[in-house]
């Protein structure tokens, strides 16, 4: 099988095409790949053909096949995209009149069981490669014509995956997708979410390059919390909080915790308060989720008037929002990416 280039640092192209060529050939494909967002070799005009042949000969470009896409009534587009192996991942556009943002995932399915999410209900398959996840940036910014400069670009990985449990992966794409000589997003443009694996979290604090952090937050109690999202049974809520505490932010940075409000299970007034309490000494904003629904979820979406009381009541002490959904009629939604099929 054909050497997949897309996925490659410079130095692994460098090596990929060997010594016999000069080393800014590797830079004149990474840019190429990256920066111009190449989609095939003809598209390199700065390579001799000679050369863009031999490279077609023993590589491919390694961008996924769109297998089908699904588009809204609310301009969001959601790609069912195939990988070499035949599986699938979806890969959401949300494009909107000041930003476009697209939502790529980081492995297919998601071994994290969160009771209120679709995607748990798939399990995890695999993880994706550094390759397979620029390739979904790649792809759909190429396919809707969205240049990286211009500020108007947001990437998330908050589709199909638990982000740092693929975490060596991640920070290879996030380092190709933030190099200014590579794809070229700004620091503040890239977010990984995570369900909050605290070691982890520790490691990419390390990084020198990152996106920056989004927790799922989702509960206010370790009780509720662990019923949620079992994975918690083993990265506890105060743990939680002391990795938040001690996490290197940059002088731009905060914190983003995400909050799935479900009706009747942890939207109260008192939830809310306490989220307040738990958050109080930390550099961060709340984003509000109100729960999209969906087939075999067993929980139901609060009423807006029970979202906009929790809301005052966090946004008395840290910055808070609500998330408006987009997509829910092509389940393109934040915890709807399920269908691993192009049914």
Same mark, same amino acid.
């Given at each position: 099988?054909?050497?997949?280039?897309?996925?490659?640092?410079?130095?692994?192209?460098?090596?990929?095409?060997?010594?016999?060529?000069?080393?800014?050939?590797?830079?004149?494909?990474?840019?190429?790949?990256?920066?111009?967002? !190449?989609?095939?070799?003809?598209?390199?005009?700065?390579?001799?053909?000679?050369?863009?042949?031999?490279?077609?000969?023993?590589?491919?470009?390694?961008?996924?096949?769109?297998?089908? $896409?699904?588009?809204? &009534?609310?301009?969001?587009?959601?790609?069912?995209?195939?990988?070499?192996?035949?599986?699938?991942?979806? &890969? $959401?556009?949300? @494009?909107?009149?000041?930003?476009?943002?697209?939502?790529?995932?980081?492995?297919?399915?998601?071994?994290?069981?969160?009771?209120?999410?679709?995607?748990?209900?798939?399990?995890?398959?695999?993880?994706?490669?550094?390759?397979?996840? $620029?390739?979904?940036?790649?792809?759909?910014?190429?396919?809707?014509?969205?240049?990286?400069?211009?500020?108007?670009?947001?990437?998330?990985?908050?589709?199909?995956?638990?982000?740092?449990?693929?975490?060596?992966?991640? &920070?290879?794409?996030? #380092?190709?997708?933030?190099?200014?000589?590579?794809?070229?997003?700004?620091?503040?443009?890239?977010?990984?979410?995570?369900?909050?694996?605290?070691?982890?979290?520790?490691?990419?604090?390390?990084?020198? $390059?990152?996106?920056?952090?989004?927790?799922?937050?989702?509960?206010? &109690?370790?009780?509720?919390?662990?019923?949620?999202?079992?994975?918690?049974?083993?990265?506890?809520?105060?743990?939680?909080?002391?990795?938040?505490?001690?996490?290197?932010?940059?002088?731009?940075?905060?914190?983003?915790?995400?909050?799935?409000?479900?009706?009747?299970?942890?939207?109260?007034? !008192?939830?809310?308060? #306490?989220?307040?309490?738990?958050?109080?000494?930390?550099?961060?904003?709340?984003?509000?989720?109100?729960?999209?629904?969906? @087939?075999?979820?067993?929980?139901?979406? @609060?009423?807006?008037?029970?979202?906009?009381?929790?809301?005052?009541?966090?946004?008395?002490?840290?910055?808070?929002?609500?998330?408006?959904?987009?997509?829910?009629?092509?389940?393109?939604?934040?915890?709807?990416?399920?269908?691993?099929?192009?049914?």
């Amino acid at each position: 099988m054909p050497q997949p280039l897309v996925g490659m640092e410079l130095s692994d192209l460098r090596e990929a095409l060997g010594p016999e060529r000069p080393g800014y050939r590797a830079k004149q494909i990474y840019e190429a790949l990256y920066r111009g967002q !190449a989609s095939d070799f003809v598209q390199i005009s700065t390579l001799p053909a000679a050369m863009r042949a031999d490279l077609a000969a023993h590589h491919s470009v390694g961008l996924p096949e769109i297998a089908r $896409v699904y588009q809204s &009534t609310d301009g969001t587009r959601r790609y069912l995209l195939q990988l070499d192996d035949g599986k699938t991942v979806e &890969t $959401v556009l949300m @494009p909107e009149s000041e930003r476009d943002t697209i939502c790529i995932s980081s492995q297919v399915g998601c071994p994290v069981d969160c009771k209120f999410c679709m995607t748990a209900l798939l399990g995890l398959e695999r993880s994706l490669t550094a390759g397979e996840i $620029v390739g979904q940036v790649l792809l759909v910014a190429r396919e809707n014509q969205l240049r990286q400069d211009g500020g108007r670009l947001n990437v998330v990985m908050m589709g199909q995956g638990e982000p740092l449990l693929n975490l060596e992966n991640v &920070t290879k794409a996030a #380092r190709i997708l933030l190099d200014p000589e590579g794809f070229g997003l700004s620091p503040r443009r890239l977010t990984v979410s995570t369900a909050g694996i605290v070691p982890k979290i520790d490691e990419l604090g390390r990084e020198p $390059v990152r996106p920056k952090l989004a927790i799922s937050l989702n509960a206010s &109690t370790e009780e509720s919390r662990q019923e949620l999202m079992p994975i918690t049974r083993k990265y506890h809520l105060k743990d939680l909080m002391e990795v938040c505490r001690r996490y290197p932010l940059r002088p731009w940075e905060k914190l983003t915790f995400e909050y799935v409000l479900l009706k009747g299970v942890n939207d109260s007034d !008192a939830d809310a308060r #306490r989220v307040v309490r738990l958050l109080a000494h930390l550099n961060c904003n709340v984003n509000l989720i109100a729960l999209n629904p969906g @087939p075999e979820i067993p929980y139901e979406t @609060p009423a807006a008037e029970r979202v906009a009381s929790f809301q005052q009541i966090v946004r008395r002490a840290v910055p808070c929002f609500v998330r408006k959904p987009r997509g829910l009629d092509i389940y393109a939604a934040c915890g709807q990416l399920k269908r691993a099929s192009g049914n």
